[in-house]
Nanobody, 115 residues
Framework: QLQLVESGGGLVQAGGSLRLSCVAS????????MGWYRQTPGKQRELVAQ??????NYADSVEGRFTVSRDNAKNTVYLQMNSLQPNDTAAYYC??????????WGQGTQVTVSS
């Protein structure tokens, strides 16, 4: 009942920036929170950033470098990633939590940071 489509991933050099976007469609009126996870081979999926209302939280590893924001008019959540490092390389997944507590995942977008 909800679809999430990520974009903005790619290859960037260390120290550079990327901005990920996640557009929601479907039952968008029921979205309570959105955010981002990432996963690298051999590791479990890790919470990167979350936004619920006007509140945000971040993983310790990205706080101060990444910023999550949303544009409700466009049904879009963003992840601005600055000062990227090689260990930020991962598949990044958008997620959304609905008011009925059902969660949905996007398909993922690859971010690769070269040293």
């Amino acid at each position: 009942q909800l679809q999430l489509v990520e974009s903005g991933g790619g290859l960037v050099q260390a120290g550079g920036s990327l901005r990920l976007s996640c557009v929601a469609s479907g039952n968008i009126d029921s979205i309570n929170a959105m955010g981002w996870y990432r996963q690298t081979p051999g590791k479990q999926r890790e919470l990167v950033a979350q936004i619920s209302g006007r509140n945000t939280n971040y993983a310790d590893s990205v706080e101060g470098r990444f910023t999550v924001s949303r544009d409700n008019a466009k049904n879009t959540v963003y992840l601005q990633m600055n000062s990227l490092q090689p260990n930020d390389t991962a598949a990044y997944y958008c997620y959304a939590l609905l008011s009925n507590l059902r969660g949905y995942w996007g398909q993922g977008t690859q971010v690769t940071v070269s040293s």
